[in-house]
């Protein structure tokens, strides 16, 4: 319809247009970043493994496959994420099923100790054990022994500590959702409480139980600071890749070995999400949660088992907090606070730049996941599948490999990219798609919760998307959005092995001055930064569940009103 010569838009027509170039930015922007910042450099890193002298070829694979040191690093990685993942496991299952299958009083103390190691870099676990088992430890001096903590034994633990909280939780995920009912049907026919266990309980937690397994090998087999730390003359993988490109400056053939380093992990986890998915094509709606009643053989058993594995986490958590304080370890016991002064790895000036670092990968990556979660939802499924897919894949990625592609890619003149190189931009960001699968995950997790009937009653309405996704979409999905904004706080305040590639002598982060202080000897300085790290993430850890909290209360007043 024109008038004076001029054609009218319709409102409709308008809407449409900016919701779907709303759409296409929701999508695309998240999109350009993934492509940018995790396929580009994964792919930088596969050439240079195959670049030998300027051409193509696999000299570089023959080499590192001919090599002793590679395989004796191969063979006890693997030997050591076998170890770890059985005693994570087993531990694991213990503390879950005495959480959730058995009746005791102190749960809550032993669900506070055991996420204490999520709250620290993994090198604070060998620090740990050296205080206590050391040549100058605890535990050796009380003993009047000496213990070689270094090495297979020491690093086994420490992994084990390290691991043992992902374990606790997978499992336990699995043994909340079993059916009470079918356990009351067990005892009506007469079945003894050992055999509903060996009958009905291991089979329905089997897949929780292999995705744990898998879950703690792959972080076993990737982690860098415990092995830097206590490994001494074991070397893995981890440290084998350290070594290339920090000790040798051998870029490419630390490429190689992080191929091959991937190869494991990308099994690994593509098994486990099998695992996954059979674990939850197995759950039936309408379940009856369990309620334990008070068995004294059992539970008595599993809660003296449970909290002496949280006495030993606590220990050696503690006992670096402790160390802190301690004047001249294990010489001169009185308490001071001379270790905090820290002057040596630039002082206290790489924990604000970690604060900020993790503040911004927070936030970006929560704003990042939000759109593209947000966008996928008005995509056909043809096209948000492949998204979905390549959204979900750094998750099989270990961290020393996307630390090593963003140094391979970045430090390169011949790209624009080249400007992000030595910033705190560019750690935030390796930070961020270190850990966007599960964010990206938890995000989708609310969407899926979000019922359909809320965005077209909105829609009916006049409203387009801008408006339904700021009135309706976010705060619906607000509870999920503070968890992964803390979620990669905290996760980026503590990680080590994806950004020690990346700091230069004028940028550091935290974790990676806890190393150095810790090789130059000033041992119970690192304990220092380490209680200074922990408390921040602490202090994380309460906000948010005070943020929830106070999301919860004010979701239950609208609802009354």
């Not at 039936?284 to 002496?308: C, N």
Request: net charge positive.
């Amino acid at each position: 319809m024109s008038v004076a010569g001029h054609t009218t838009r319709h409102p409709a027509r308008r809407r449409f247009d900016a919701d779907r170039l709303l759409t296409l930015a929701c999508v695309g922007l998240p999109l350009i970043g993934l492509i940018l910042f995790f396929a580009y450099p994964m792919a930088i890193v596969f050439l240079r493994s195959i670049t030998v002298d300027g051409s193509y070829g696999l000299g570089n694979y023959a080499e590192v496959l001919g090599s002793t040191g590679f395989w004796r690093a191969t063979r006890h990685s693997l030997v050591m994420g076998g170890a770890t993942t059985a005693l994570s496991v087993f531990l694991g299952f213990i503390i879950a099923h005495g959480l959730y299958r058995c009746a005791f009083p102190g749960k809550w103390l032993i669900r506070s100790v055991i996420v204490l190691p999520l709250l620290a870099p993994s090198l604070v676990q060998a620090l740990g054990l050296i205080f206590l088992l050391g040549r100058n430890g605890i535990i050796s001096r009380a003993l009047g022994i000496e213990i070689e903590i270094y090495g297979f034994w020491g690093l086994l633990i420490a992994n084990t500590l390290y691991a043992l909280p992902q374990a606790v939780m997978i499992i336990g995920a699995a043994l909340i959702l079993l059916d009470a009912r079918t356990y009351e049907a067990a005892e009506v026919m007469g079945a003894s409480p050992w055999r509903q266990f060996r009958d009905l309980t291991i089979p329905a937690a089997r897949f929780g139980i292999l995705n744990a397994a898998f879950v703690c090998f792959t972080i076993t087999i990737t982690d860098f600071g415990n092995a830097a730390v206590i490994g001494g003359d074991y070397s893995v993988l981890a440290t084998e890749i350290y070594s290339q490109v920090v000790g040798q400056r051998n870029f490419n053939m630390g490429a190689v070995v992080g191929i091959m380093l991937l190869l494991p992990t990308v099994i690994s986890y593509s098994i486990e999400r099998q695992a996954m998915k059979r674990q939850q094509a197995g759950q039936t709606t309408g379940q009856v949660a369990y309620r334990p009643e008070f068995a004294a053989l059992r539970d008595l058993s599993m809660a003296a088992l449970s909290l002496l594995i949280c006495a030993g986490i606590l220990s050696v958590i503690g006992i670096v907090v402790y160390a802190s304080f301690v004047t001249l370890w294990p010489y001169n016991m009185t308490l001071s606070p001379k270790h905090y002064d820290i002057t040596l790895a630039g002082g206290y000036s790489s924990l604000w730049m970690t604060i900020v670092i993790s503040l911004a990968a927070a936030a970006g990556g929560t704003v990042a996941v939000f759109l593209l979660g947000l966008g996928l939802r008005r995509l056909p499924q043809a096209i948000a599948q492949p998204i979905q897919i390549l959204a979900a894949m750094p998750a099989a990625v270990p961290g020393m490999v996307l630390g090593l592609a963003y140094i391979l890619t970045f430090n390169s003149t011949a790209t624009p990219l080249y400007l992000l190189y030595g910033t705190a931009a560019l750690i935030a960001i390796v930070n961020f798609y270190h850990y966007h699968t599960q964010a990206f995950l938890t995000v989708m997790t609310g969407f899926r919760q979000l019922p359909e009937a809320l965005e077209e009653a909105a829609g009916s309405l006049g409203a387009g998307l801008g408006r339904t996704a700021r009135d309706i979409v976010a705060p619906f999905i607000a509870p999920m959005l503070v968890s992964v904004f803390f979620f990669l706080f905290m996760r980026s305040m503590v990680t080590l092995s994806a950004v020690v590639f990346l700091t230069t002598p004028d940028l550091s982060v935290a974790a990676v001055t806890i190393m150095r202080l810790d090789d130059a000897g000033l041992t119970s300085q690192a304990a220092a930064f380490s209680t200074c790290v922990m408390a921040v993430v602490c202090a994380a850890v309460l906000s948010m569940k005070a943020t929830l909290a106070l999301m919860g209360r004010r979701t239950m007043a609208k609802g009354a009103e």
